[in-house]
């Protein structure tokens, strides 16, 4: 038996694919790397000596997050040339691991900071971030981008779409109480991890005051094209109901205020075990493959081709597991480009109103002294 549930679901497309199709990712984290320098000053660390421990939970194969943490362990360094430094990449059992390897280690194209920082020790873990990933008192900065919307198990199917952001009545009411029961636990072992003085700095997806989410932003929903495609697929026969119906991001969007509830509530168990809100704000980042067709090349048939990829990279895991067991891995690679394809041919004849805009609710915490 697997001690974490989440570990049955599969993780991001592997070999590389994920970093390469998720610049848009990259640039949240970019973007955003500042609140994490700000953390840090306000930390005011000693240089003692002892390890600095960080964790990039949900990391994938770590290629988005490489300019970010050289900002980040620079600036540590700097403050600290004297301590050790040991960053931990996290993620699920079943991530492409080899991926971060080989990026961090400079044995891909992307740029590491491993050899122009030194003192740096990179490790691994495929430890859930619901579950505790090191030991009690042991981090001084974890962090996570694009991430903790993944809810441990889905607490039920979703009759009429394929995420909970097309949801109604009470299957809605289920994901949402499975996003909060699991963001208190993802905070909670946080705060059991931190040191006193220690952050945590999280880049969530999420719904913003406008209501604004992921792909939706004002043109086609992401997720209702999604929804629509797969029941095409349902209508002319290439999948049955039951798959339709077992196919389910396992993710829940919140909003800010369902975000910030544990943190200010003193009686909740992540306020008691210490951990503190110091900032919360939401962004909107906007889809560069929409930017670059609309401000630059204006091909439709190129902004197509370029766009399908980026959802590909994060969603395809959820439609191949909705597909039957009884299908071999050749029908099932067969439906998922067919259903891509159609994506795809969607986008180069009507482009206007399709990008995969990017709304994050940004969340700074510590742990009280
Ligand atoms: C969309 S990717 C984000 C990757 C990277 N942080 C970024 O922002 O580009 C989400 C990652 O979270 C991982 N993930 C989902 N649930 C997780 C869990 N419970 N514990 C650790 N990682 C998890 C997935 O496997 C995936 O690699």
Redesign the pocket.
């Known amino acids: 038996m697997s001690k974490?549930s989440?570990s049955k679901?599969m993780?991001?497309k592997g070999a590389g694919y994920?970093?390469k199709a998720?610049i848009g990712?990259?640039h949240?984290?970019d973007n955003a790397a500042g609140m994490i320098l700000e953390a840090i000053d306000r930390m005011n660390l000693t240089d003692d000596g002892s390890v600095f421990r960080a964790t990039?939970?949900?990391?994938?194969d770590g290629g988005?997050?490489i300019d970010l943490w050289r900002r980040v362990l620079g600036e540590v360094r700097k403050q600290v040339p004297g301590r050790p430094i040991e960053m931990i990449y996290?993620?699920?059992p079943?991530?492409d691991f080899s991926q971060v390897f080989q990026i961090v280690h400079g044995l891909t194209d992307i740029n590491s900071y491993l050899d122009e920082i030194p003192g740096i020790h990179v490790m691994t873990s495929g430890?859930?971030?619901?579950d505790l990933i090191v030991p009690g008192e042991t981090l001084d900065l974890g962090f996570?981008?694009?991430?903790s919307h993944?809810i441990?198990s889905l607490p039920c199917n979703i009759t009429n779409h394929v995420h909970m952001v097309g949801a109604t009545g009470k299957e809605r009411e289920a994901y949402e109480q499975k996003g909060a029961e699991d963001w208190e636990t993802m905070l909670t072992r946080r705060a059991d991890e931190l040191k006193p003085g220690g952050a945590l700095c999280l880049?969530n997806f999420g719904i913003d005051e406008e209501g604004r989410y992921l792909g939706n932003t004002g043109g086609v929903s992401m997720f209702d094209t999604f929804s629509e495609i797969w029941e095409n697929l349902v209508d002319d026969g290439t999948i049955t109901r039951q798959e339709f119906l077992d196919t389910n991001f396992p993710q829940c969007y919140r909003t800010t205020e369902q975000f910030v509830t544990p943190l200010n509530d003193k009686n909740s168990p992540v306020y008691q075990a210490g951990l503190r809100l110091e900032h919360v704000e939401s962004r909107v980042v906007r889809c560069p493959f929409e930017q670059d067709y609309t401000k630059n090349h204006k091909d439709p048939v190129k902004f197509a081709e370029e766009y399908i990829p980026t959802l590909r990279s994060?969603s395809e895991p959820t439609f191949v597991n909705g597909l039957s067991n009884d299908r071999n891995a050749e029908e099932k690679s067969q439906i998922i480009d067919d259903f891509y394809g159609r994506y795809q041919s969607l986008v180069a004849k009507a482009p206007e109103g399709h990008a995969m805009d990017y709304v994050h609710i940004y969340l700074v915490c510590s742990k009280v002294l």
């Not at 990039?56 to 994938?60: Q, S, V």
């Not at 430890?127 to 619901?130: E, K, L, Q, V, Y």
């Not at 996570?144 to 991430?147: D, E, G, I, N, P």
């Open positions: 974490s989440t679901f993780a991001m994920y970093s998720t990712a990259k949240v984290m990039d939970m949900g990391a994938a988005t997050s996290t993620d699920l079943r991530n430890t859930s971030f619901h996570s981008a694009t991430a993944y441990a880049f994060w």
